[in-house]
T-cell receptor, first 108, second 115 residues
């Protein structure tokens, strides 16, 4: 099963930009790169997805280099409510495989 | 749309008891799946279904059964509960497995404690 690699935890302060990088060493040609967010006691929630280059939505930006072996989730001006676990996944026809995610702690 | 719903929200079982975790979705999704999440860990796939009448095993299927008689419902059965099955269980769905760009939607989870 393909699995991604990302930092276990990150700390930030309110108002800062946070960048979380993920390694996708086993990504397949047809896979997309998808990021999910999970708050305590809740199911994961879709944040953003891309195939290559840059994608931006109202919540975050996603940067994917040409070789697609990595991705960077960028959260602009984080707030306390962004404290959560963030998962990066290769998404294709295979069932989703979750790693341990990155635990982001935002402090005032 | 209610999205993906799960019942119960919390359950306590004794070792050896059986129970069924319910999952339903009202989005006409073909693909449904069950995950378990242990403390501090990512989600692990238990079973999945690509349509009514079709199920398959995931990463950790032992001790669990599933069936898919309708598009909407995908119940997970614990045959004989064990303390190792203490976990939070999430059900998820998406329209089709064949579209990698499709978003997967998760339910709120069922917290299970086996004594």
């Amino acid at each position: 099963l393909a699995k991604t690699t990302q930092p276990i935890s990150m700390d930030s302060y309110e108002g800062q930009e946070v960048n979380i990088t993920c390694s996708h060493n086993n990504i397949a040609t047809n896979d997309y790169i998808t990021w999910y967010q999970q708050f305590p006691s809740q199911g994961p929630r879709f944040i953003i997805q891309g195939y290559k280059t840059k994608v931006t939505n109202e919540v975050a930006s996603l940067f994917i280099p040409a070789d697609r072996k990595s991705s960077t989730l960028s959260l602009p001006r984080v707030s306390l409510s962004d404290t959560a676990v963030y998962y990066c996944l290769d998404t294709g026809r295979r069932a989703l495989t979750f790693g341990s995610g990155t635990r982001l702690q935002v402090q005032p | 749309n209610a999205g993906v719903t799960q019942t119960p929200k919390f359950q306590v079982l004794k070792t050896g008891q059986s129970m069924t975790l319910q999952c339903a979705q009202d989005m006409n999704h073909e693909y449904m799946s069950w995950y378990r999440q242990d403390p501090g860990m990512g989600l692990r796939l238990i079973h999945y279904s690509v349509g009514a009448g079709i199920t398959d095993q995931g990463e950790v299927p032992n001790g669990y059964n599933v069936s898919r008689s309708t598009t909407e419902d995908f119940p997970l059965r614990l045959l004989s509960a064990a303390p190792s099955q203490t976990s939070v269980y999430f059900c998820a769905s998406k329209f089709s497995r064949d579209r990698p760009q499709e978003t997967q939607y998760f339910g709120p989870g069922t917290r299970l404690l086996v004594l």
